[in-house]
Structures are given as structure tokens and as C-alpha cells.
């Protein structure tokens, strides 16, 4: 016999199972439309890989998995798809997202089934292929893909599976009525799950709530020889506790059954244990011995605002409403709207959102079942809080912390061990609601870790952004010394140009006043022709230049005119070279040092151009010298 | 019928503050019953006029802060402050003792530190110890145990105890009507060995004081009804009870004249039980997790001994609680329980 194992605090609330359990399952019938969010599970959500218009057969693949934590999604009954579009989901936050819409045709189409006659002789990695393509994902709530949690990584060793029926939200009946009916299934699951992981444990936790069924399912479970699918001596044991709120949390029911507890932001894998819920066990024999997808799950309806509660066998994508009605729900007497449990489910927005894989229970109490709450009074500290608190936490302290808005003390005293059980608010004699305080504070802290990795990115940009101003500054301020320099190397190298020019110009001078004297000797020398020609070329180009509207004809006209004022002083042209080599030189001297500052690459190029430039210059200058000098001689 | 859309949980145990509250004034009721037996109609005047002022001080306080005063009221704190006070208080005192002390309970030592459940020290037990530091002769005239009074003495009816208090009535000033207690008679002695004591002075009972143990039983049972409905945990009470309880026992010589009272008597005089269950378990300013609440309590219980024993005061409950009041916070930053999955064995 296993030892069990009290885990600290829990509470006892009205357990109101009863309603719900005096009736058998009911399947129930199937809705005219059925709305399949494409997000059911923890993880990426599912691709549709229908059309809208498309026909689907009941169990054909509707959307696959996207990237490894995702599971596909399946027609749950033969139809067609009307719509792909954005619709109210089950969410706390009334949220909307992708869905599939299938109007049904009642006819409940199978596609072709290929059952496994002995599932026995596959191996681990093709069990868990056809659990995760058949869109199992964990049916106690959370909803994590199943072939994740089973795809245990062979250097971790598992040596406990333990099942999960202990369902110690009130209300909610589903696993409870699927042990009193589907004992053998979920045995042949659990079968099918010890061949997967081989444990040398199997426990099976039931509340002492449920007495009723735990010889059922001893009878079931013994009918599978465990040694011989693990290959090694394996004990199945149904093991009984306490009936106490939340022993069936995954941690809490770790704790009970094996006095172990998960480190915290741990996973059970490094205990050795796998935990998987009962419905997850049936999912898993559907699906590998009937070839039958996750498309169905028993949902509890109760409370006292439905006349008939009971357990319903419905199909995944049924709306709320037609589930209610089903049960003769009393719309005007329902204050609130539940899916899950009264601990920890999520109030409903609109009675048109679908059942999903994880909804065990839609609970429509009264407003005198479950009351609108006080105003909050002051906490007076009283503690019981900390009595409730399965995680042992100081629910009062996180409280004060959380109002003071003291992130570092709400994770001092291990706020993220929280499981949002909600025992604290439920004892809180002030009504305050802490699990709301917490849910706030721990996005806060979320929020202040990426704030402060953004921080931190923005940091290293600023300070490698100071860096390069800082070096760009520096290139400049010795880019503008080196101009500085240059410049009054230059304007040096101009002044000794000047002297040299007023000598040149006063030979030139002396040259015209020459010329002129013998103007008239060379009248008809062909020299004199060709001036007077240029000088005619000019007055005719300077007309257009002045006159004409047409830019190239200007330009044309100006050249003209220049030719004509070269031919008739050549002097100009040389002039004129040595201006626009020093006009390239300077040009070129701020393009190299832009180019400096931009680490461009054309650097080198600039580089030769002023060089070029300078070389020109020198010859541009050394021509005019020359030819001053050839005119004067 | 719009669909009420709140978070988790969506039940509640139907315990409010409120009725904590209410739980607390119920089990006070056996002790101020032995109260009244003992000495007379002056604790319940006492805790009538200590509530009138208190509801009132509270209200004005809450005006005066802008809150709403019904829903404030409603939740029975200012109640409990004046009926512990009035408890401890001595019978018939004086109106202007009971509002000066509700003013420094209610005003300063709650509202000005933001109302219920912000307050550091014990509401009070900050009232009881102004009073008794501002005014100590009227604050240690206790009234003589009736059983005790001399025939020619009467005892004031409702009326007139009433009258006493409003100042239009003298207390009997006849001799005999207020005696020292039997811890003021223990601290004064230095001559007489225990058992000569008790029989010299008739205010010594058999186990504790002649009407002081009644009284303590009486809280005693109103403290194990609040244990049993569960409105606090055993850890601070019973801790402290040990530990004074230990104390004397270790000082305790037999019955010398420097003795201090045998363990029974140190527990069931003056207002160790009274203080165990109705001030030591006050939430707000006691420690919070059940290993700091040990300590806090074990410290109330050795700073009652070492005052009773060494101080100026012959009781010391509010001392020693004001005193452990301060070291709460710190008590608390060092017993912060182990968090599920933060266990040595679970790394």
C-alpha cells in the first residue's frame, strides 16, 4: 500500500456534487453549427487547412499543428465549413480569435478509420506520433499538448505515472462520471501510456469523494499486464486521499501521492513523474486503438440555474447556449456564467462561445448559489490565507506588497510559486480578491523583466551610439584642422601666385601695347582674319547667350562665346583651367574627408582625384607661365 | 440578465471581517461576566462608555479622512478596540480617562496610520499605556474583589457606577473599597515568603488572585471558542502562555521572599490570559506566519516575566506587547515560511 502525504493549507468548499451525478452520461445531440477556435491548447495555435465552402467528414483533419507545442484540430462531425473568421473564444478576457465554423449535416460522416488490432508492437516515438496527431492536448484544464509531457527525453528517467481523477473543483463531475462508465477505456489508456513511458509506478488518485468507482477501475486496470508492456516489474495501484481543495493540482497531487515536491519552475519530469488526467487516458485509447481524433469530451452542466444538470458526451465546438438548453437553463435566473469550476474557472462573456478541449464543466449558478461578492474591507491580517494556501505562501504579505506595488518583495517571497488556486480569496474574510492582485502583479513583473531587457538593449545602443557621435567628432574636429591647414597652405601658395600673376600681366601688357603699335602691319596677316572672325562668333553668341529661352542653346551659345573670347585671348583659357583645377582640388579635399568620416569606401578614389587634381593644376599653371612667358619673349 | 463577469474564485467561505469581529466581542463575554462578578458594574460602564466614545472618535476620524463611515463602522474594529480597553482599564474609571484613551487607541494609534489593518501597534494597548504612563495613580486603583469588601461597604448599582464615571458620584472612599492587586502586593514584598503573603493578604486566591482567577478562566474559555472557530491559530497565545509560564517556573524558588509566584499564579493573575487571547492574537500587528507568531508570542510572554519581575510596573502585558509590536517586522523577515517547491529536499 502507498503511503499518502498531506500538502499544506487547502480549503473545503461545498463540494454540490451531487446534482450533476444522478444521471448517466447524456450524449448529446449535435448542433447545427460548431465554432472550433484554432487555439484549444497551450502553445502555437493550429493552421487551417480547409476552405471555407470545403466538405468535412467527422474526424478529418480541419488545421495542423504549427511548430512543435501545438496540436492540429479535427471535424467533429461530418459537414461544411461556412466560415474562418474571428469569433468570441472561451477566455477570461472574452477574447476573440481564428476559428473554423462548421455547419453540421447531421449525417455524422466518419472518414476511414484504420484501427491498430495490437498497439503493443509499436514503439515509443509512434505511439506518441499518433497521440499528437490526434490532437491530444491535456483534458484537466491547462491543456497542454499530451505527446510534449510524453515525449520524455531518454536521459530523464520516469519511474511513476500518475493518473489524475481527482477533480476537487466543486461542482464539476465529468471525471467522475467518466470513471463510473468508462472504467475499461480509461484503463486501456493507461495501458497505452505505460508502454510509452515504462514506469516501474502506476498510481491512481481518486479524492475520497468518489469511493464509488475505485473498485471499477482496480477491476479495470488489472485486466492489463503492466509488467509485460514496460518490460519490467510495474505495481498500477488506485490510491485514495483525503477529499480536500486543490489536492488536484498537478503539484499538490505530486505531493500526496509521493511526498515529493516539484521545484519550483520545475517540471515533475525531474522527479521522475509524468501526471496526466483520466480524460486525457480515454483521448489517448481513442485515438490509438479506434483511430478516433480528440473531437469529443464529457462536460459537466450544473447549477442551479439549469433544471436539468447533468453530464453531457458533446462534441468539441458546441455552443454553450445549445448545451444549455439542453439542461432547460433558466436564463433569467443565471447571475453569472462559468466554464470550469467555482475555484478556477472563467466567467463566461456570451452563451454563443463553443465548448472546447478543456472544458469540463459549465457551471450556471444562481445569484443566491454563488452571490456578487462585498466590497473589499481592510485586511486585518488574519492569516487564514496562509492556512489556505496550498504553496505555503503569505498570501497577506503578497497582498501588501502587491498594493505598494513592491516587485522585488513579491518575488522575495515567491509570488511565481502562486497557482491561482484562489483558497486565499475564498477564506479571505474581507472579500478581498487576492488572486486578482496576484494576476495583476505578476504581469507587472513579467512586464518589468522585458521592460528591463529592453532597458538593457537600449543601453548598449546608446552607449555604442555615444561611441561613434563621439568618434565621428573627433574625425571631424581633425578633418577641419587638416583643412584649416591646407587652406592656408593654399591661400600661401595663391599669394606667391598673385606676384607672379601682376608680372605676368604687366608683360602682357607690354605685349598689347606692342601689338597695338603693330596692328596695322599684320592687318592682312591671317592671324588678324581669324580675331576678327572670333570677334564676330562672340556678338553672335552673345546675343543668343542673352537672348535666347532654350538652356542648350545658351549653353551652346556661352561656349561659343568663351571659344570665341579664347581664340581671341588665349590667355583666358589657361586662366580659367588653373581656377577650375583649384575649384576640383577643394572639391575633391571635402569629398575625401566626408569620405574619412563615413569609413567610405571610395576613399582611395577621392584620394586620386585630388591628386589628379593637383597634378592638373601644377600644368594648368605651368602652361600659363609658359605661354606668358613665349608671348613676352 | 447582463452575465456578471468577475475573476476566480467564484466562491466564498461567507466569513467576513465583520463577523470575526462579532466572534471576538462574544467570547469576551465570559471574562467581563467574572469581571462583574469580581468587582462590580465598573468594567461594564467602562466598556459602555469606551465604545460610545470609540464609535464616535472612529466616526470623525472617517469623515475627517473622507471615507465612508457606515461601511467602516460595520466592520466592528473601533468596537473591539474600546471593549478590550475597557477591559483592561480599572472599574470605574473616569470618563476622561476612557475618551483619552480611545482618542490615542482610534485617532493616533489607528486612523492617523491609515485605519484598520495599517496600524504597527495594537490599538489598544497604545491607549492603555499613555494612560498609565500620564495618569498612574488612577490607572493602577483597582477596585477591591466584592467577595473581599467589608459588610459595611455596599457595592454601586448600574446607576450609580454610571454616575461614578460621569463625575456627578465619588467612589466610596471608605477603606477597603480599592486595594493594591495581588501583583502590586507581589512587587512591593521583600520580606515575607510567598505563603506568608497569601495569608496576610486576602487578595491571594488559591491558584491566582481571589476573583483574578475567575476572570482568567473566564477569557481562557473565550480564547479556546475563538481557537475552535478557528479565528486565529493556537501558535501566538499558547506560545506566549509557555513561555511565561516557563519563565516563572524557572525563577519560581519555592516560595522565598524574593520569589515571584508560582507558575499558576504568574498565569492566572492579572491579565496574562486576558492578554494571550484577546491582545497577543490582534493580526494586524503581530507577526504573520505561524513560526514567527511562536516567537512573537514567546517574546510577550518572557517580556510580561522580566517586567513583572525587574520592571517599574507591576503588569506588563502592554508593554511587552507594544515592545514585541516593534520587532514584528523583523520577525517576519526572517520565518518567511518555505514556499512549495523551495525545500532543500526538492533541489
Redesign the interface.
Known amino acids: 500500500m502507498n503511503n499518502i502525504w498531506d500538502?499544506?493549507g487547502g480549503?473545503h468548499?461545498?463540494e454540490n456534487k451531487t446534482q450533476s451525478l444522478s444521471k448517466a452520461i447524456v450524449t448529446a445531440p449535435i448542433a447545427p453549427q460548431l465554432t472550433l477556435p484554432l487555439s484549444q491548447h497551450i502553445g502555437a495555435p493550429a493552421k487551417a487547412i480547409v476552405q471555407v465552402g470545403d466538405y468535412v467528414l467527422k474526424g478529418q483533419c480541419i488545421a495542423e499543428a504549427v511548430g512543435p507545442v501545438s496540436v492540429p484540430l479535427h471535424a467533429p462531425t461530418s459537414g461544411t465549413v461556412i466560415a474562418i473568421e474571428q469569433r468570441t473564444i472561451p477566455h477570461?478576457s472574452?477574447l476573440e480569435d481564428n476559428c473554423i465554423v462548421i455547419e453540421t449535416n447531421g449525417k455524422d460522416e466518419w472518414r476511414t478509420r484504420n484501427p491498430i488490432a495490437d498497439y503493443t508492437q509499436l514503439d515509443k516515438s509512434t505511439l506518441i506520433k499518433i497521440i499528437s496527431d490526434a490532437g491530444i492536448s491535456g483534458m484537466g484544464g491547462a491543456g497542454f499538448p499530451t505527446s510534449i509531457k510524453l515525449n520524455t527525453r531518454d536521459d530523464t528517467a520516469i519511474d511513476t505515472l500518475i493518473l489524475n481523477a481527482t477533480e476537487c473543483e466543486?461542482y464539476i463531475t465529468a471525471d467522475h462520471s467518466l470513471m463510473r462508465e468508462y472504467a475499461d477505456e480509461i484503463a486501456s489508456g493507461v495501458a497505452i501510456l505505460a508502454k510509452i513511458i515504462k514506469p516501474t509506478k502506476i498510481l491512481f488518485g481518486i479524492e475520497d469523494n468518489k469511493l464509488d468507482v475505485v473498485d471499477g477501475i482496480t477491476a479495470a486496470l488489472a485486466q492489463h499486464n503492466f509488467a509485460a508492456l514496460t518490460g519490467h516489474a510495474t505495481e498500477a495501484e488506485v490510491i485514495t486521499f483525503p477529499t480536500k481543495y486543490p489536492s488536484g493540482g498537478e503539484?499538490q497531487l505530486i505531493?500526496i501521492l509521493t511526498g515529493?515536491?516539484?521545484?519550483?519552475?520545475?517540471l515533475p519530469a525531474q522527479l521522475g513523474i509524468v501526471c496526466q488526467n483520466i480524460g486525457t487516458a480515454v483521448a489517448i485509447h481513442n485515438a490509438v486503438c479506434l483511430d478516433e481524433p480528440l473531437i469529443s469530451r464529457i462536460t459537466t452542466v450544473t447549477g442551479d440555474a439549469v433544471n436539468q444538470p447533468c453530464n453531457y458526451h458533446t462534441l468539441l465546438g458546441t455552443p454553450v447556449k445549445f448545451l444549455l438548453a439542453q439542461s432547460d437553463y433558466q436564463?433569467?435566473?443565471?447571475?453569472?456564467?462559468?466554464m470550469?469550476g467555482?475555484?478556477?474557472?472563467?466567467?463566461?462573456?456570451?452563451t454563443a462561445v463553443p465548448v472546447i478541449k478543456t472544458s469540463n464543466c459549465i457551471?450556471a449558478?444562481t445569484e443566491q448559489e454563488?452571490?456578487?461578492?462585498?466590497?473589499a474591507?481592510?485586511?486585518?491580517?488574519?492569516?487564514?490565507c496562509?492556512?489556505a494556501c496550498?504553496?505555503?505562501?503569505?498570501p497577506?504579505?503578497l497582498y501588501w506588497f502587491a498594493q505598494g506595488k513592491e516587485l522585488d518583495k513579491l518575488e522575495e517571497?515567491?509570488i511565481a510559486?502562486c497557482i491561482?488556486?484562489?483558497?486565499c480569496?475564498?477564506?479571505?474574510?474581507?472579500?478581498i480578491?487576492l488572486?486578482?492582485y496576484y494576476?495583476a502583479s505578476k504581469v507587472d513583473i513579467k512586464q518589468r523583466k522585458v521592460d528591463h531587457q529592453n532597458a538593457e538593449l537600449a543601453k548598449e545602443r546608446f552607449d555604442a551610439r555615444q561611441e561613434r557621435l563621439q568618434r565621428l567628432e573627433d574625425e571631424k574636429i581633425a578633418a577641419r584642422q587638416a583643412r584649416q591647414a591646407a587652406a592656408k597652405l593654399a591661400a600661401e601658395k595663391r599669394g606667391k601666385e598673385d606676384v607672379k600673376r601682376a608680372a605676368v600681366e604687366a608683360a602682357v601688357e607690354r605685349v598689347k601695347a606692342k601689338k597695338a603699335k603693330s596692328v596695322q602691319e599684320f592687318t592682312d596677316s591671317p592671324e588678324t582674319q581669324k580675331t576678327k572672325e572670333a570677334k564676330e562668333k562672340e556678338s553672335q553668341a552673345n546675343i543668343i547667350a542673352t537672348e535666347s529661352d532654350d538652356p542648350i542653346a545658351r549653353a551652346v551659345a556661352k561656349r561659343a562665346a568663351q571659344q570665341a573670347e579664347d581664340a581671341a585671348n588665349p590667355e583666358n583659357k589657361l586662366i580659367r583651367a588653373i581656377d577650375n583645377a583649384e575649384q576640383r582640388i577643394s572639391k575633391s579635399q571635402s569629398r575625401v574627408i566626408d569620405a574619412e568620416a563615413n569609413n567610405d569606401e571610395n576613399l582611395a578614389i577621392f584620394k586620386q582625384a585630388v591628386e589628379k587634381a593637383e597634378a592638373k593644376l601644377a600644368s594648368a599653371q605651368q602652361a600659363l607661365i609658359d605661354f606668358r612667358a613665349q608671348n613676352s619673349a | 440578465m447582463a452575465l456578471m463577469r468577475i475573476t476566480s474564485p467564484h466562491a466564498h467561505n461567507k466569513q467576513s471581517t465583520s463577523d470575526v469581529m462579532k466572534l471576538v466581542l462574544l467570547a469576551t463575554l465570559p471574562g467581563v461576566l467574572a469581571l462583574t462578578v469580581a468587582f462590580g458594574w465598573g468594567t461594564l460602564i467602562n466598556i459602555l462608555l469606551a465604545s460610545i466614545f470609540g464609535l464616535a472618535l472612529e466616526a470623525i476620524a472617517l469623515a475627517a479622512r473622507k471615507r465612508p463611515i457606515a461601511f467602516y463602522l460595520k466592520d466592528y474594529s473601533a468596537l473591539v478596540t474600546a471593549v478590550l480597553l475597557g477591559i483592561a482599564l480599572p472599574p470605574y474609571s473616569a470618563w476622561w480617562i476612557l475618551l483619552t484613551g480611545m482618542f490615542f487607541s482610534i485617532i493616533v494609534a489607528k486612523q492617523l496610520y491609515g485605519g484598520l489593518g495599517y496600524n504597527p501597534f495594537n490599538p489598544a494597548m497604545v491607549g492603555y499605556v499613555v494612560l498609565l504612563i500620564s495618569f498612574p495613580i488612577q490607572m493602577t486603583t483597582w477596585a477591591a474583589p466584592i467577595e473581599l469588601l467589608p459588610a459595611s461597604v455596599s457595592v454601586p448599582n448600574l446607576w450609580d457606577s454610571l454616575l461614578i464615571a460621569l463625575g456627578f458620584m465619588q467612589l466610596p472612599t471608605v477603606d477597603g473599597f480599592t486595594m493594591a492587586t495581588p501583583l502590586d502586593l507581589l512587587r512591593q514584598n521583600n520580606a515575607l515568603m510567598i505563603d506568608d503573603l497569601k495569608q496576610q493578604y486576602s487578595q491571594f486566591g488559591d491558584w491566582g488572585g481571589t476573583g483574578w482567577e475567575w476572570v482568567s478562566l473566564g477569557f481562557l474559555a473565550g480564547g479556546l471558542f475563538l481557537l475552535y472557530r478557528k479565528i486565529f491559530t493556537w501558535h501566538a497565545p499558547i506560545s506566549m502562555l509557555v513561555a511565561l509560564g516557563l519563565m516563572s517556573a524557572l525563577f519560581y524558588d519555592g516560595g522565598s521572599s524574593a520569589s515571584s509566584g508560582s507558575p499558576s499564579f504568574q498565569l492566572l493573575t492579572g491579565a496574562a490570559i486576558f492578554g494571550a487571547f484577546f491582545i497577543v492574537t490582534d493580526p494586524v500587528s503581530s507577526a504573520v506566519s505561524n513560526k514567527g507568531r511562536i516567537i512573537y508570542g514567546a517574546g510577550i510572554g518572557i517580556l510580561i516575566f522580566l517586567i513583572r519581575k525587574w520592571g517599574n510596573y507591576p503588569d506588563a502585558v502592554a508593554f511587552a506587547v507594544l515592545l514585541m509590536n516593534f520587532a514584528a517586522p523583523l520577525i517576519d523577515h526572517y520565518t518567511q515560511p518555505t514556499t512549495y517547491g523551495h525545500s532543500k529536499k526538492s533541489k
Open positions: 500538502f499544506h480549503i468548499p461545498l477570461a472574452g466543486p503539484k505531493q515529493k515536491e516539484v521545484p519550483s519552475g520545475g436564463e433569467n435566473q443565471s447571475a453569472r456564467l462559468i470550469g467555482p475555484m478556477m474557472g472563467f466567467a463566461l462573456a456570451n457551471l449558478p454563488l452571490p456578487t461578492p462585498p466590497p474591507q481592510a485586511c486585518i491580517r488574519c492569516g487564514m496562509a492556512e496550498p504553496a505555503s505562501l503569505l497577506q504579505q517571497h515567491n510559486d491561482e488556486c484562489g483558497a480569496s475564498y477564506v479571505c474574510p474581507s472579500n480578491p488572486v486578482q494576476r
